[in-house]
């Protein structure tokens, strides 16, 4: 069995051109383009990349882009003061802050200082309290990506078994609540659950975010099973270069498996792409205007 590759740049690319249409649509309504600011305190290198993919995939989606770029130096204070300032701009649907953030800053007290409305990355208690609950929130937008990818292999998931490797309130439990919305069956397992193999080897939908390079090995996956590897890893090769890898084995496990995610070019681009859905979602909520058929 040679398991089918499932593209997410292609599907990412597909998500962003129904966000362009949508926006489109949206900015009529509002009288403006809809608004995501971008924080950025400090100058590291991998944050800098994203946060400068996020602002022109934002503006390709015909929104607006508000980025602020804070000193490495900045006070948790300076920040908390520009997450305000921007909770009150109306121009603003969308507030997402970089992370990681410099060691003097508590990045739970910034997030949770970002108003729940404009909260597009899903990361305040109140929109985790909603979505654990099964109430319309913005949820965070890797494991939206993995449940649009996931639907994608199988259409319906409503009566099929997932399992959830990894915990974090960023994948782990935010993924399995959106699964459960599916009608999935769920099980989270993690570093203590006993015969983790054997609870991977049950699942239709594996998915996989525990941060530990090739992990999870072809004899741990259901034969037919989708594997979705959120995991992405620098690792060195033994000419002393480095690579990209998942938290998944790959090449074991595309023997196995009914179909895959690559690393890189799989759950990755899906990321940036749900950002610009949670900003259009944000909007249309804050305008009390129907949400956006994406």
């Known amino acids: 069995m040679t398991a089918k590759i499932l593209d997410g740049k292609a599907v990412a690319a597909e998500v962003r051109a129904q966000a362009a249409q949508e926006a489109a649509r949206i900015a009529v309504q509002l009288g403006r383009k809809p608004g995501l600011a971008v924080v950025l305190v400090g100058a590291d290198p991998a944050s800098e990349v994203y ?3 996020k602002g022109r995939s934002t503006v390709e989606a015909g ?22 300032k921007l909770n009150a701009d109306d121009k603003v649907d969308g507030i997402l802050v970089q992370l990681p953030l410099p060691k003097q800053i ?7 200082a970002v108003d729940p409305a404009k909260d597009v990355d899903g990361f305040h208690p109140m929109n985790a309290g909603k979505l654990a609950t099964g109430l319309p929130a913005l949820a965070p937008c890797t494991p939206v990506g993995c449940v649009i990818i996931a ?7 409503a009566g099929l078994e997932a399992v959830v490797l990894g915990r974090s309130n960023i994948v782990g439990k935010p993924l399995a609540q959106l699964l459960l919305q599916e009608n999935a069956t769920v099980t989270i397992a993690h570093s203590r659950t006993k015969d983790l193999a054997a609870v991977a080897r049950r699942a239709d939908i594996l998915c996989v975010a525990i941060g530990k390079p090739e992990f999870v090995k072809g ?9 979705i590897d959120v995991g992405i890893n620098r690792i060195q090769k033994p000419d002393g270069k480095t690579k990209l890898v998942g938290d998944v084995a790959y090449e074991e496990a595309a023997k196995v498996a009914g179909a895959i995610t690559p690393v890189p ?17 944000a909007a249309c909520a804050r305008a009390g205007l129907p949400a956006p058929g994406i």
């Open 219 to 227: 004899d741990w996956i259901k034969p037919g099973a989708t594997v």
């Open 51 to 53: 946060v400068r993919n």
């Open 106 to 112: 508590d990045s739970n007290r910034v997030l949770n």
């Open 265 to 281: 070019g799989g759950i990755g681009p899906m990321t940036i792409a749900c950002l610009l859905v949670n900003t259009l979602r």
């Open 63 to 84: 929104m607006e882009s508000f980025e602020h770029k804070l000193p490495e130096t900045a006070s948790e204070a300076e920040v908390l003061a520009l997450v305000q």
């Open 151 to 157: 639907k994608k292999a199988h259409g319906s998931l």
